[in-house]
């Protein structure tokens, strides 16, 4: 089984730049989260879908920050205008069924941002 | 509001020494607590989920119990090994959803 793809893996801009994050969640999994990682902090939920409606999105900076689920499997993260604060990573995640629950989420590898 | 505190930040031990990472939370109304392993570089693996009826979870050499009342979680180690080497980040729903809040982890180096 494969498991969940995110692409790029790192990405460096210049501030007030915009980019773009993409997610392939496992197969058959409805619900998808973004989390940003800040280095040496615990990864903090974005924003979590639930097949292509979005179930939270409180912690978002919804002036700089959007994301999308259109067809309910892969979503897009995007940031514009970069800020220096936003030198993270990227995670993606997904389960199964419903918003987290009894089932285990399943992490891709993130995307390494850094904003200069 | 939930709040995740994980003691040590960081921890050494020599390779064969059982080991027990902490875990601490403000809010006891949860559905279950997740115990993960990161990897530097890498995305976050799922090692242990306790739902809140459970005391306890067992995988191989780890073992996770789960105190609701006081707020707090151990992740037991056994006969660690350098492998074992990563963060162990503990998540906590936040009181009556499944939106995790995760503590800031515990680095841990098992030196052979």
């Known amino acids: 089984e494969a498991g969940v793809a995110q692409s790029p893996r790192y990405k460096i801009i210049e501030k007030r730049q915009s980019v773009a994050f993409w997610c392939n969640p496992i197969?058959?999994?409805?619900?998808l989260y973004w989390y940003q990682q800040i280095l040496g902090q615990g990864p903090k939920l974005l924003i979590q879908?639930?097949?292509?409606?979005?179930?939270?999105d409180s912690q978002l900076p919804k002036d700089r920050f959007s994301a999308e689920r259109l067809k309910g499997v892969d979503s897009t993260l995007k940031i514009q205008p970069a800020k220096l604060e936003d030198s993270a990573v990227y995670l993606c995640?997904?389960?199964?069924?419903?918003?987290?629950?009894?089932?285990?989420?399943?992490f891709g590898p993130g995307t390494r941002l850094l904003v200069l | 509001k939930q709040e995740v505190t994980q003691i040590p930040a960081a921890l050494s031990v020599p390779e064969g020494e059982n080991l027990v990472l902490n875990c601490s939370f403000t809010?006891?109304?949860?559905?279950?607590l997740q115990w993960f392993r990161q990897d530097p570089g890498k995305g976050l693996t799922s090692l242990l989920l306790?739902?809140?009826?459970?005391r306890e979870q067992t995988s191989g050499r780890l073992n996770a119990s789960l105190d609701k009342s006081s707020g707090r979680s151990t992740l037991y180690i056994a006969a660690s090994q350098p492998g074992d080497s990563a963060t162990y980040l503990c998540?906590?729903?936040?009181?009556?959803?499944?939106?995790?809040?995760f503590g800031t982890g515990t680095r841990l180096k098992v030196l052979a």
């Open positions: 995640a997904s389960s199964f069924h419903r918003a987290g629950g009894s089932e285990t989420q399943y």
């Open positions: 197969s058959g999994h409805a619900t």
């Open positions: 879908f639930q097949n292509n409606g979005v179930v939270d």
């Open positions: 809010d006891s109304a949860i559905y279950n």
């Open positions: 306790i739902q809140s009826s459970q």
């Open positions: 998540a906590v729903p936040t009181s009556g959803t499944y939106k995790y809040i």
